[in-house]
């Protein structure tokens, strides 16, 4: 069952329900810095993944990743984002229930990265019409803009977010994305958080985005 897995994806235990010393603090980050040293990211506690930001690019995102974990079973390949977003998904097609992903972390530790991951794998794994190739472009490219107004340089993360995120995906009968509400706008459930007036920190992240942001607006409409 577990042939997809290599030696070094075995380093320490890929879930910490496995940890011998499960009651351990020590154990923990223990497990954690060694999978961490062989860049192995993502650990499992059961159907939760905990993710340590690796603040450097890792050759885990590929197109040929996603589809290693497309329709396979959780514990078949190593702890990964697209598995949890594969599960999702096809949790929602089986048991044709809405389904929610929650990403919690303090201040830089990947969240935004982490959320973009999920949307990049199901614009990549769902099937679409071409009608659906347009929402899923704008999916990936409503991100830029949001960031450009809503994002600002601080202490701890150069672009982070200075507001509640709250990303809405509806999928049609044939399980193809229809549409993409980046803040849940338009069902009620969460309306966005305020954005504060616009400060210096954002103005001046603001400007440095606004190109990239203004090109996807344009792409946009
Ligand atoms: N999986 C990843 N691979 C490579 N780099 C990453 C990854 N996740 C995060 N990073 C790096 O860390 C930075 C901060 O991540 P991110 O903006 O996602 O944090 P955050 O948790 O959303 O922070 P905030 O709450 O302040 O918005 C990113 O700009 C990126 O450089």
Redesign the pocket.
Same mark, same amino acid.
Request: charged share 25%; with cysteine.
């Given at each position: 069952m577990e042939s997809a897995l290599t030696a070094r994806d075995r380093v320490g235990v890929q879930d910490f329900v496995l940890l011998e010393n499960f009651t351990s603090e020590a154990a923990f980050i223990d497990n954690l810095r060694k999978r961490f040293k062989e860049n192995l990211?993502y650990t499992y506690i059961g159907s939760v993944l905990v993710?340590v #930001?690796?603040?450097?690019?890792?050759e885990i995102?590929s197109k040929q990743h996603m589809e290693r974990y497309r329709g396979v079973n959780f514990y078949e390949v190593s702890p990964h984002?697209y598995a949890v977003s594969d599960n999702s998904y096809r949790a929602m097609r089986t048991e044709r229930k809405d389904q929610c992903i929650l990403i919690s972390?303090?201040?830089?530790?990947?969240?935004?990265?982490?959320?973009k991951?999920i949307l990049q794998y199901y614009a990549v794994t769902c099937p679409a019409s071409d009608k659906v190739e347009t929402v899923k472009d704008r999916l990936l490219q409503s991100n830029p803009v949001l960031e450009a107004f809503g994002?600002a340089k601080?202490l701890?993360?150069? #672009?982070?977010?200075?507001f509640g995120k709250y990303m809405d995906i509806q999928f049609d009968f044939k399980l193809q994305i229809v549409q993409h509400n980046p803040f849940g706008a338009g069902n009620g459930s969460c309306p966005p958080a305020p954005v504060p007036a616009l400060s210096q920190e954002h103005a001046d992240h603001s400007q440095c985005q606004l190109r990239h942001g203004m090109h996807t607006i344009l792409a946009m409409l």
């Amino acid at each position: 069952m577990e042939s997809a897995l290599t030696a070094r994806d075995r380093v320490g235990v890929q879930d910490f329900v496995l940890l011998e010393n499960f009651t351990s603090e020590a154990a923990f980050i223990d497990n954690l810095r060694k999978r961490f040293k062989e860049n192995l990211i993502y650990t499992y506690i059961g159907s939760v993944l905990v993710s340590v #930001n690796p603040y450097k690019e890792l050759e885990i995102y590929s197109k040929q990743h996603m589809e290693r974990y497309r329709g396979v079973n959780f514990y078949e390949v190593s702890p990964h984002i697209y598995a949890v977003s594969d599960n999702s998904y096809r949790a929602m097609r089986t048991e044709r229930k809405d389904q929610c992903i929650l990403i919690s972390g303090e201040s830089g530790a990947g969240k935004t990265e982490a959320s973009k991951k999920i949307l990049q794998y199901y614009a990549v794994t769902c099937p679409a019409s071409d009608k659906v190739e347009t929402v899923k472009d704008r999916l990936l490219q409503s991100n830029p803009v949001l960031e450009a107004f809503g994002n600002a340089k601080t202490l701890r993360n150069d #672009n982070s977010s200075r507001f509640g995120k709250y990303m809405d995906i509806q999928f049609d009968f044939k399980l193809q994305i229809v549409q993409h509400n980046p803040f849940g706008a338009g069902n009620g459930s969460c309306p966005p958080a305020p954005v504060p007036a616009l400060s210096q920190e954002h103005a001046d992240h603001s400007q440095c985005q606004l190109r990239h942001g203004m090109h996807t607006i344009l792409a946009m409409l």
